[in-house]
């Protein structure tokens, strides 16, 4: 009990100092609020554009849409929160960061995370509210007890699924000492492969996204549970409840690999 304590100081102390950081230059901090719920409305705006002047997209129609695009930027928002310090753990290794958190008594991915509470990142889990709330308005979601639990299952093992991808790509940087190539791919694919409905993408990126990078479960298994709407590949609709458990499996993965290139890093020096 009492090292939990401690951490739960030391994670609070980090979490001061970093939102202290960051309100240091209010005028980035408006910057930041003014472009992100843009970029976030435009994309759902987009949605709605290519639906009202084309067709649904291979059976979803933009009530759909916008509930699985909103349910897809709540663990997106999360992430950015909590775990933005694995985006960049190839320039830690460069400027000797990284050194710096194998010195100090304390488990080394802890301080990774906990060093850095990305308060400004809370503006995108904003436009993430709105525009799920706005999805569910649109299709009727009931907020039954049981549906409210699901959702708050399923956006935890999203966020974790995530952190397991930005946790593996920032270990190859033990090894390669550069991933920023990686870490901007792996953002696009997760932009791209929860903001549509998996279905319409080949049958190839679809077992991809289900069974290698299972980012399927962060939005589209789901969404086809709570929409009533047909799988791929004839899974049970019910593999939704699945997207928490999937969720802790790829991030003890990702911590079994994390810790298997701390035992083989070695600085990059001066």
Request: charged share 10%; hydrophobic share 55%; net charge positive.
């Amino acid at each position: 009990m009492a090292t939990i304590r401690h951490y739960y100081s030391v994670a609070a102390c980090f979490a001061r100092l970093a939102i202290q950081r960051q309100l240091e230059y209010p005028l980035f901090l408006f910057s930041w609020l003014l472009m992100i719920p843009i970029q976030y409305f435009s994309g759902i705006w987009v949605l709605k554009i290519i639906v009202d002047r084309f067709q649904p997209l291979n059976g979803w129609d933009f009530p759909e849409l916008a509930f699985i695009y909103g349910l897809g930027l709540l663990s997106h928002g999360i992430n950015v929160v909590l775990f933005i310090n694995t985006w960049h753990m190839d320039g830690m290794v460069i400027d000797g960061a990284f050194d710096r958190l194998l010195l100090r008594p304390m488990n080394v991915f802890f301080q990774l995370i906990a060093s850095y509470f990305n308060f400004i990142g809370l503006i995108d889990l904003i436009p993430g509210v709105l525009i799920f709330a706005y999805g569910c308005h649109l299709v009727g979601f009931e907020w039954t007890i049981m549906n409210i639990i699901k959702i708050i299952l399923v956006i935890i093992g999203g966020v974790l699924i995530r952190a397991a991808l930005f946790i593996t790509l920032g270990t190859i940087a033990f090894w390669t000492k550069r991933n920023a190539s990686m870490v901007g791919f792996a953002l696009s694919m997760l932009e791209r492969g929860t903001m549509y409905p998996l279905s319409i993408f080949p049958n190839l990126i679809q077992l991809l996204f289900t069974f290698l990078i299972p980012i399927g479960f962060i939005t589209f298994y789901p969404a086809i549970e709570f929409l009533g709407k047909s799988g791929e590949f004839g899974l049970p609709v019910r593999i939704a409840l699945w997207t928490p458990i999937i969720g802790i499996l790829c991030f003890w993965l990702s911590q079994r690999m994390f810790k298997f290139g701390l035992k083989n890093y070695e600085s990059a020096g001066s």
